[in-house]
């Protein structure tokens, strides 16, 4: 990718199309626009997580997704082209083993919420899901390799795991918790 931006407004898109990669041009309703659209918007809510206190080695392993994340997304922009390492997977393996060893098991559904940073991890983990969605319509419609997807699904289950984290983390040392859905049945059975 030794191409590098040095005009943004370049008008070549006024017609509905957008450049690839590759030079090719191409529709920015196309199912690779989305799902490379899907992938930037998960990185810039991961960048807006980034604002919020959190531990620093959760910082440091947002950071590190990103960045796998701009490859990811330049490698769905670039058709045929590997950008996204092996490495990549395994280090969201890693994560997510390591995060979820230090949390209690889950006995009930849990919601969005709970610290500003907690819920943003949310948000992070539904568009994730969102960009999954659209790399698998992608993959159904043109060749794409398999890593992009499994990435995007790792990463949606970390940020799950990071939300549970994040809601536990205090910078003044207190422990939080998750926010616990509550059904009806569990409402009426509480009243009676």
Same mark, same amino acid.
């Given at each position: $990718?030794?191409?590098?931006? #040095? %005009?943004?407004? !370049?008008?070549?898109?006024?017609?509905?199309?957008?450049?690839?990669?590759?030079?090719?041009?191409?529709?920015?309703? #196309?199912?690779?626009?989305?799902? $490379?659209?899907?992938?930037?918007?998960?990185?810039?809510?991961?960048?807006?997580?980034?604002?919020?206190? $959190?531990?620093?080695?959760?910082?440091?392993?947002?950071?590190?997704? %990103?960045?796998?994340?701009?490859?990811?997304?330049?490698?769905?922009?670039?058709?045929?082209?590997? &950008?996204?390492?092996?490495? =990549?997977?395994?280090?969201?393996?890693?994560?997510? %083993?390591? +995060?979820?060893?230090?949390?209690?098991?889950?006995?009930?559904?849990? &919601?969005?919420?709970?610290?500003? =940073? *907690?819920? %943003?991890?949310?948000?992070?983990? !539904?568009?994730?899901?969102?960009?999954?969605?659209?790399?698998?319509?992608?993959?159904? =419609?043109? !060749?794409?390799?398999?890593?992009?997807?499994?990435?995007?699904?790792?990463?949606?289950?970390? $940020?799950?795991?990071? #939300?549970?984290?994040?809601?536990?983390?205090?910078?003044?040392?207190?422990?939080?918790?998750?926010? +616990?859905?509550?059904?009806?049945?569990?409402?009426? #059975? !509480? *009243?009676?």
């Amino acid at each position: $990718m030794a191409n590098r931006l #040095s %005009q943004i407004a !370049t008008r070549t898109g006024d017609d509905g199309s957008t450049g690839l990669g590759d030079n090719t041009r191409v529709s920015k309703d #196309s199912l690779r626009v989305h799902a $490379m659209g899907d992938v930037d918007e998960l990185n810039s809510h991961i960048g807006l997580l980034l604002c919020e206190d $959190m531990p620093g080695d959760v910082r440091e392993l947002l950071i590190d997704i %990103q960045h796998q994340l701009f490859n990811l997304g330049g490698e769905l922009s670039i058709p045929g082209f590997e &950008l996204l390492k092996p490495e =990549a997977l395994l280090s969201l393996d890693q994560a997510l %083993q390591t +995060y979820n060893s230090q949390l209690p098991r889950l006995q009930e559904f849990i &919601l969005p919420a709970g610290t500003r =940073a *907690a819920a %943003q991890a949310h948000v992070c983990r !539904t568009v994730a899901r969102r960009a999954e969605r659209a790399v698998v319509a992608l993959g159904q =419609a043109e !060749t794409v390799r398999e890593a992009p997807r499994h990435y995007l699904n790792r990463l949606s289950d970390l $940020m799950f795991v990071l #939300s549970r984290v994040l809601n536990r983390f205090r910078p003044d040392g207190s422990v939080g918790d998750d926010v +616990y859905w509550k059904s009806e049945r569990l409402a009426r #059975s !509480t *009243a009676d």
